[in-house]
């Protein structure tokens, strides 16, 4: 990560050197640390003095037993939204997306969405709370200038499935990825989303599935078209998912 905030998860951003230098000025107050804006975690700058690596900050070794999942985007293990940077997260604007993202029209849809594109019985309500919780952790709603049509797409990637196949019942894991072009920014998957598809893969192999709609086309369009008809989710639903996330 080549920024961190400075004494505080909500501290300004400095860079390694920016922060070893501004810890010793303030020294007299106390030992000073450097956190990341994303996960609130402390991280350790790395290489301040060297000549050979560019120095960065680096988040603690995942803690035992902790779901890589959980992983956060900045960390350099294995977040599934590789690529994004600290540039990319807008902490202003975040409680504003979140606002809006739980409307209940714009809930509906993502769910209805999450819904169709896992299949039949793969995403019961603690699993989508669980990447609505996920969201959260991952601050989703402070990316700069994030379309809300986007935002399930994203969700779909916190989590793996279980699917379980028809002829025989078989029970099979799968996940989702989203794929832009090689060296696109972040911000690809909603300023240019026509370049970006999402794609449905088997955990064990990672073959993606043989369906003919299978990668697909990440718009709002496309989301439309995925959820067709969504009034069949009641509100009393959404209530219980807006209480519990
Ligand atoms: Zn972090």
Redesign the pocket.
């Known amino acids: 990560m080549e920024k961190a905030a400075y004494n505080s998860p909500t501290g300004p951003l400095m860079t390694p050197e920016e922060f070893v230098s501004e810890s010793k000025r303030n020294q007299e107050t106390g030992k000073k640390f450097a956190y990341?804006p994303?996960?609130d975690?402390r991280?350790a700058p790395y290489g301040v003095h060297s000549t050979v690596v560019k120095s960065r900050f680096d988040?603690p070794d995942r803690a035992e037993g902790a779901d890589p999942l959980d992983d956060?985007e900045?960390?350099n293990r294995s977040g599934r939204l590789g690529g994004i940077s600290i540039d990319d997260l807008d902490l202003a604007q975040g409680k504003r997306v979140r606002e809006r993202f739980y409307e209940p029209d714009t809930l509906r849809l993502a769910y209805a969405f999450c819904h169709r594109m896992c299949g039949q019985g793969a995403l019961p309500r603690a699993k989508f709370i669980e990447m609505l919780q996920r969201a959260d952790k991952k601050k989703i709603w402070c990316y700069v200038d994030i379309e809300l049509f986007v935002i399930p797409y994203i969700l779909l990637t916190f989590e793996n499935f279980t699917g379980r196949r028809k002829k025989d019942g078989m029970e099979f894991d799968f996940y989702f990825a989203l794929i832009k072009p090689g060296a696109a920014d972040f911000r690809t998957y909603w300023t240019r989303p026509e370049d970006c598809r999402i794609e449905k893969r088997f955990c064990r192999t990672h073959v993606p599935f043989n369906n003919d709609d299978n990668p697909y086309p990440v718009s709002e369009a496309a989301l439309l078209a995925k959820v067709g008809n969504a009034d069949w989710i009641k509100d009393s639903f959404l209530r219980e998912i807006i209480r519990a996330a």
Do not use: K, P, Q
Request: net charge negative; proline share 0%; charged share 10%.
């Open positions: 990341c994303m996960c975690e991280v988040h956060c900045l960390s």
